[in-house]
């Protein structure tokens, strides 16, 4: 029976693979800038059409009021779904449909969706339209197969994952989308590639450090306190105290590249003393002593590691170059926190995932953990649902390049992934 099945998915998915790659080149055509959100309602209207025509009931929820919402950039999301002839779990792919900016360098038209040697081209195609794309297919190939199955199947595409998510998932979570009552199982077809399981993520810590000092004339700094020098020693402590110590915290999560498996810091953005002019500006600067010198911190932390203590660390640093320095001042604001996550490599989704793979690829599935964050971590503090996963064909560091591209037989082979976990989650 279940040998029955899987034929029958494996000929309905090759079936489609005109539709896959019009579909793909459909959804990359609908340039869905992200800042500042462009295109987002046409792109839910597209998908309301074609999963409405294959019997999914379609809500369009424009996430109101939440960050970045507003009325010439409204951020629209779709959710799909499609209930099957008795009761069972619901299982949940979610895309998010927004792409970053296009940048410099592309040799081909970056929403032209063109096809060369096997590959789509276009900003999103792997992050993460072919995803989207691959996950419709899965779920028309395998309700084609088994117009039987139990449960529900449900695909959402949905706005700002770029931007953090506010007006996307974290906004339908908090609705009550992704309530465990509702939904059980979730896969997002990020580009971890299609031989890949993504568990979770580090945490992520956001924070403004800044130094305080008095202005004074430039020509006589003795009468006032520089915030610049004051940043340059803070800076000085990290390299000498607070990098060496990062470097000896490992992880046991299967996070990749290799480098991200220690904890990390970046320093985002430094600022101190008079803005910089337009740059057609013709005047000279005006010489002040700087009174405040800021920095924006990045720091990726472990699943070992408990955010206050991230946070203490980052304090005792500080209070050593305080110690040094009889008129150091300091303040730090944060400015933005996710928790690390990790979805049990026991848990249901991540079983069935890892034998579809099998099945497919004839080899072992990878498991991996991202080193920075994605929609999961709204579905898991919001929604409270852990049995999530990301799952998607492309190249992860493709992601954000010019010439973005995704590969239609990968796109094939984890469509044919994400149809067998239906079939194993929903077949009767
Ligand atoms: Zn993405």
Redesign the pocket.
């Known amino acids: 029976m279940q040998a029955d099945i899987e034929n029958r998915i494996q000929s309905e998915i090759a079936a489609r693979r005109d539709d896959l790659i019009s579909l793909t080149q459909d959804l990359i055509r609908i340039p869905t800038l992200n800042p500042p959100g462009r295109n987002y309602h046409e792109i839910c209207v597209y998908l309301a059409e074609r999963l409405g025509r294959a019997g999914f009931k379609v809500d369009l929820i424009r996430a109101e009021g939440a960050l970045g919402d507003s009325i010439a950039h409204p951020r629209w999301n779709l959710v799909a779904r499609a209930v099957g002839t008795g009761a069972g779990d619901c299982v949940h792919f979610n895309s ?1 449909h927004d792409v970053v900016a296009v940048g410099h360098g592309w040799t081909r038209d970056p929403f032209g969706a063109k096809i060369e040697d096997g590959r789509i081209y276009g900003r999103g195609a792997c ?2 339209k072919g995803g989207l794309a691959a996950s419709v297919i899965a779920a028309e190939a395998f309700m084609a197969a088994c117009p039987d199955y139990r449960g529900a199947i449900e695909i959402s595409a949905t706005a700002d ?2 931007s953090g998510g506010f007006g996307g998932v974290a906004y339908l979570a908090e609705k009550g989308w992704f309530d465990p009552e509702r939904v059980q199982h979730v896969i997002i077809p ?2 971890l590639h299609k031989d890949r399981i993504c568990l979770g993520h580090r945490g992520v810590w956001w924070a403004e450090i800044e130094t305080k000092g008095r202005i004074a004339h430039g020509s006589m700094p003795f009468l006032g306190d520089c915030a610049v020098r004051h940043m340059g020693a803070v800076l000085a402590e990290m390299e000498a105290t607070l990098f060496p110590l990062l470097a000896t915290k490992r992880t046991d999560m299967p996070v990749i590249p290799e480098g991200a498996k220690q904890s990390t810091l970046n320093v985002n953005a430094i600022h101190g003393g008079e803005s910089e002019q337009d740059e057609d500006y013709t005047g000279l600067p005006a010489p002040c002593v700087p009174d405040r010198c800021r920095i924006t911190i990045d720091r990726r932390f472990l699943i070992e590691e408990d955010l206050a203590e991230v946070k203490r660390e980052m304090s005792a640093m500080l209070e050593r170059v305080k110690a040094a320095r009889p008129t150091f001042d300091y303040e730090v604001r944060d400015l933005f926190e996710v928790q690390p996550t990790m979805t049990e490599k026991e848990a249901p989704i991540v079983k069935s995932t890892a034998a579809a793979i099998e099945k497919v690829l004839g080899r072992e599935a990878a498991f991996v953990v991202s080193p920075g964050t ?1 929609d999961q971590k709204h579905i898991d503090r919001i929604g409270r649902l852990k049995n999530c996963i990301a799952y998607g064909p492309g190249v992860l560091d493709l ?1 954000h390049q010019p010439d973005e591209w995704v590969g239609i037989g990968d796109m094939e082979d984890s469509a044919k992934v994400m149809a067998l976990v239906l079939a194993e989650l929903l077949a009767p």
Do not use: G, L, N
């Open positions: 998010h992050d993460m994952e770029e990020e580009p994605y992601a």
